[in-house]
Nanobody
Framework: QVQLVESGGGLVQAGGSLRLSCTAS????????MGWYRQAPGKQRDMVAA???????NYADSVKGRFTISRDNAKNTVYLQMNSLKPEDTAVYYC?????????WGQGTQVTVSS
């Protein structure tokens, strides 16, 4: 069993910044990839950014140039630096980790961006 705990969400004004973090713990042999997804009310959960163990990175088109994902393998932690936030970024942000072909999810952290 693997547990993921996110932190760093909150309420910010448009143009502001937040930094999310997520730490994995439990029965971990190898984390193949970690990433961030988000889900707004009435919408599906979509990938925001992901990073593999080989540090290959993918971003959603809507966040390119504004968000940066990074990973500290020694701490089993992934970060999401979010700059120039827009109201449309408002969502619950979920951390995920792929461990030996099995996907785990955090509980989510709310990000709200006001106009």
């Amino acid at each position: 069993q693997v547990q993921l705990v996110e932190s760093g969400g909150g309420l910010v004004q448009a143009g502001g910044s937040l930094r999310l973090s997520c730490t994995a713990s439990g029965s971990i042999f190898r984390i193949d990839a970690m990433g961030w997804y988000r889900q707004a009310p009435g919408k599906q959960r979509d990938m925001v950014a992901a990073i593999t163990s080989g540090v290959d990175i993918n971003y959603a088109d809507s966040v390119k140039g504004r968000f940066t994902i990074s990973r500290d393998n020694a701490k089993n932690t992934v970060y999401l630096q979010m700059n120039s936030l827009k109201p449309e970024d408002t969502a619950v942000y979920y951390c995920n980790a792929d461990v030996v072909l099995r996907r785990y999810w955090g509980q989510g952290t709310q990000v709200t961006v006001s106009s």
